[in-house]
């Protein structure tokens, strides 16, 4: 027993004396942290020249960012730093609680600690998943699908990891953590996508900083980009000589090696391309990583990849080079739109019987999609009810109050009406109930990959898979089977070029892709047109229009 307290007391001198030699962040990652494969030891600035800056800049900063390039240790070292040294509680932020930020606390954080004693003497409880406990300073470790896990958690240091694929309009919610805190620090990063969204709008917004390195060659300052830095060697990525591929100097053509790459990026340094009063953006690419994922030939087989699949074109641009992208045909182009106008304006007169569909998405506004369902005679054999009609857009508008869509259903005699189930929950429902069997209200689920239609038991309301009827619903602007009047208003064409289709992998390795949308534009009218082709089944269904009468 007591030479386990003079061991403890030993052990608590010697971790004093080592928090008074920190000078600062990256000083303390290099004598607290211990890492693992594929650079084992003390944490070393050797392989990640760059993340000095990163480490110890006090204000807020964001980092576009290809994988492999180190920066998610920098965000963890400054979490560690800040919850050790400034002894502030920390906010660690992922896209979701299950399985994000679970395996975060078991794939970083729990081997962070095994590696180092230091730290794993500095946290006192760690068996909660989401929190974890230092003393009388927490780490929180959260997902930002749910808002109720962003609630009640005061924060000094707030780290957004995975930026864009985060729940963004919740974003705003874990930035108030931050109030009332004396120290406070806000760190966002991300493998960027599309452009005018998460961490794009963020860098823009920011220094827009680049790493520039002396050549070894000609000694002028330079940087790595693609393609300019990086030559091609071979036919395809089955081609031997891939393996000649390089990196090269943009300004004199010298070929850079891959295995010296910490020797002269060693003394590099960020160049901002523009001042921001707001927060510093650091920019990186796979072009300068050492890991062996980013060698020359492993790029060279991703380029000649890229040629031929979607997805893996995303990736190149997304997580090689730390870029926005969109493969070509990812969204609806004002081409596409111009092709589906017709010589007809809004609101014309409708025979009585036809069959009329409507969708409604919410908002601020109550965004409303008017369809007149025409029967497509050459399709006959097909079975799929949404194949053997075209829809024709009579009317796009919004509302403010639900109680408006009691006239509009009335007015245009509709057979059903699809209406999104969030935020306003209760007043869709009581809408539903006013028509009972004409309006549902629809969650939207993802990975089914059909356009089945799950229905509630008991309650009007439906589950749909957004991506399979987006596929159709956007499909139908780029065949030109759906028809819109000359007039359509301006906002219902920006909403609708707002989607982008992302191509990706599931945890099989199977091609899937989801629906990504900006900040730029809202893109309300195009889930409101998507909500009306859902409608159309439960229309056909009726069989004949039956009139609504006003509730009593």
């Known amino acids: 027993m007591a030479a386990s307290i ?13 928090r008074r030699s920190i000078v600062d962040c990256y000083n303390w990652a290099t004598k607290c942290r211990i890492m693992g494969k594929p650079f084992p030891g003390p944490y070393d600035k050797k392989y990640f020249p760059w993340a000095v800056e990163m480490h110890n800049y006090e204000g807020d900063w964001c980092c576009k960012k290809a994988a492999q390039v180190g920066i998610t240790e920098v965000a963890l070292n400054r979490t560690f730093y800040t919850i050790d040294i400034k002894r502030v509680d920390c906010l660690y932020l992922l896209p979701s609680q299950t399985p994000d930020a679970s395996n975060f606390s078991a794939g970083r954080f729990d081997p962070a600690l095994e590696m180092s004693s230091y730290l794993s003497d500095l946290f006192s409880d760690v068996m909660n998943v989401g929190h974890k406990r230092a003393g009388s300073t927490n780490l929180y470790i959260r997902g930002t699908r749910s808002r109720s896990q962003l609630k009640s958690i005061p924060a000094g240091l707030i780290v957004f990891d995975e930026l864009d694929e985060m729940t963004q309009k919740n974003l705003s919610l ?7 805190q004396m120290y406070h620090q806000m760190i966002k990063l991300s493998t960027p996508t599309i452009h005018g969204t998460g961490i794009a709008i963020e860098y823009n917004n920011s220094t827009k900083e680049h790493f520039f390195f002396k050549c070894p060659s000609c000694s002028r300052l330079t940087e790595l980009i693609y393609p300019e830095c990086f030559v091609l060697c071979g036919e395809s990525y089955h081609d031997p000589r891939t393996a000649e591929s390089y990196i090269q100097c ?14 002269y990026l060693s003394i590099g340094r960020f160049v901002e391309s523009t001042k921001s009063s707001t927060h510093r953006g650091f920019h990186i690419n796979g072009l300068y990583s050492s890991a062996d994922l980013r ?11 890229s040629k031929i699949d979607p997805h893996a074109e995303q990736e190149l641009h997304n997580s090689i080079l730390g870029e ?34 409507i969708g409604v ?37 919004t509302l403010i109050q639900f109680e408006e869509l009691d006239d509009v259903l009335r007015r245009w ?9 969030n935020p306003e929950t209760r007043k869709a429902l009581e809408l539903a109930y006013r028509f009972p069997g004409i309006v549902h209200l629809c969650y939207y689920g993802d990975g089914v990959k059909t356009r089945n239609i799950t229905k509630w ?6 589950t749909a898979d957004r991506t399979a009827w987006f596929d159709l619903t956007l499909g139908r602007f780029r065949s030109g089977t759906i028809s819109l009047p000359s007039d359509i208003p301006l906002d219902y064409l920006a909403h609708v070029k707002e989607p982008v289709r992302m191509p990706g992998l599931d945890k099989y390795g199977n091609p899937v892709a989801r629906y990504v949308t900006g900040e730029r534009v809202a893109d309300h009218f195009a889930h409101a047109q998507n909500y009306a082709e859902i409608a159309l089944p439960f229309a056909v269904s009726h069989g004949t229009t039956e009139t609504i009468e006003s509730p009593r």
């Not at 874990?174 to 009332?180: D, F, V």
């Not at 790029?299 to 990849?305: D, R, Y």
């Not at 998405?361 to 097909?382: A, E, F, P, Y």
Request: hydrophobic fraction near 35%.
């Open 6 to 18: 003079i061991k403890t007391f030993a052990q608590t001198v010697s971790n004093g004396l080592r």
């Open 174 to 180: 874990a930035e108030e953590r931050q109030a009332g």
């Open 250 to 263: 943009k300004e004199c053509k010298a070929k850079l090696h891959h295995e010296l790459k910490h020797e």
């Open 295 to 305: 060698s020359p030939q492993n790029i060279a087989e991703k380029v000649f990849k």
């Open 324 to 357: 926005e992208h969109e493969v070509k045909g990812a969204r609806i182009t004002s081409a596409d739109l111009e092709n589906c106008k017709k010589d007809y304006k809004m609101k014309p007169t409708i025979n009585q019987g036809a069959i009329i569909t």
């Open 361 to 397: 998405d919410q908002g601020r506004q109550l965004h409303v999609i008017i369809n007149h369902w025409l029967l497509v005679h050459n399709v006959s054999n097909t079975t799929d009810i949404n194949l053997r009609y075209r829809p024709r857009v009579v009317d796009a508008f």
């Open 413 to 421: 005699q509709a057979r059903a009406m699809v209406i999104d189930a």
């Open 457 to 462: 038991v008991n309650e009007p309301k439906i």
